[in-house]
């Protein structure tokens, strides 16, 4: 297949440019850079010794998108081309719906027009909101959100159900993710967050490599066994994976499907901690604070249709995820920049 990754050159999708082209597909990037960079295709390239077409463009341009499938005669698009930063969301939610909504109508316009028919997208767990109960089952309700960035999701996953309801050629995959943590294991693409970090582990990264001090933890008085929240992190790698395995459903199937891809087990923000530092042999001071607004005490996926559907499950540990990570940050202190 030749499959188009919108947003591409960022962190999960490089990873996933990365396993299409080990797995014999065929890699389009159209990426505008906003919080990526077009240092991490080289190196997929490099790491693969395959070639990528990639295109510095915004998914929103419907010429330019019509351009490139036209030329590149896309078989299925796997749509990353988002904005993500939950306190940015809050703060400027015109760009972030302008922005993350309108690329996907974007690309499904000229997919309709172009007789391109499998898309798959990158949802969030986030759509879930505060859960009644747990692990998360993908029929689980749809919940408030409590930021703009969540509210995109969600409105999107909804555009998506109603454009495949209306076209019996359509095939479409939400993909939910949990928490993707981790990097390549070659330690050359990794996370490369723009300013200070909004996630915990590319936070406890530059902590470990001296960008920064300490770490905040968001609070210890939650419901929790140590008081912090407790999340599903999975490997990136792995999700990447997950991307492969749905295109290749998407291919035989018709309508929409919702999937998690996440672990099935919680750890919390001291394990997380503790974790990091046993190892990678490196200390990561942190100070407990006050908790973050929005954040949910716990959330972990059941994965079981992933396994179903796809013959997806996530093999990493979490040291995998801890010991990549770092190689990643330690051999790449700042990221892709110079
Ligand atoms: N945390 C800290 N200190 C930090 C950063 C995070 O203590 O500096 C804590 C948070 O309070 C939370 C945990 O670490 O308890 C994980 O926080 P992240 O920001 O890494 O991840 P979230 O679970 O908040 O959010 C992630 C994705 C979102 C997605 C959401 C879905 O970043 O895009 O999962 O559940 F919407």
Redesign the pocket.
Known sequence: MKVLLAGGAGYIGSHTAVEMLQAGHEVVIVDNYYNSSPEAVRRVEKITGKKIALYEADATDKAAMREIFTKEKIDAVVHFAGM?A?GESVAKPLMYYRNNLDTTLTLLEVMKETGCTKFIFSS???V?GDPDSLPLYENAPKKACSNP??WT?WMIEQILMDAAAADPELSVVLLR???PIGAHESGLIGEDPKGI?????P?IAQVAVGRRDH?????NDYPTPDG??I?DYIHVVDLAKGHVCAAKYAESHKGCEIVNLGTGKGSS?LD?IEAFERVNGVKVPYEITG??PG??AV?YANADKAKELFGWTAEKTLDDMCRDTWKWQSQNPNGYAE
């Open positions: 993500k939950v969030s767990a986030t879930y960035y969540g999701k993710y949990f928490n970090p909004n996630n915990l582990m936070f770490l905040n933890v968001f609070g912090t929240c999340r923000v997380m908790r973050r954040d949910i959330n």
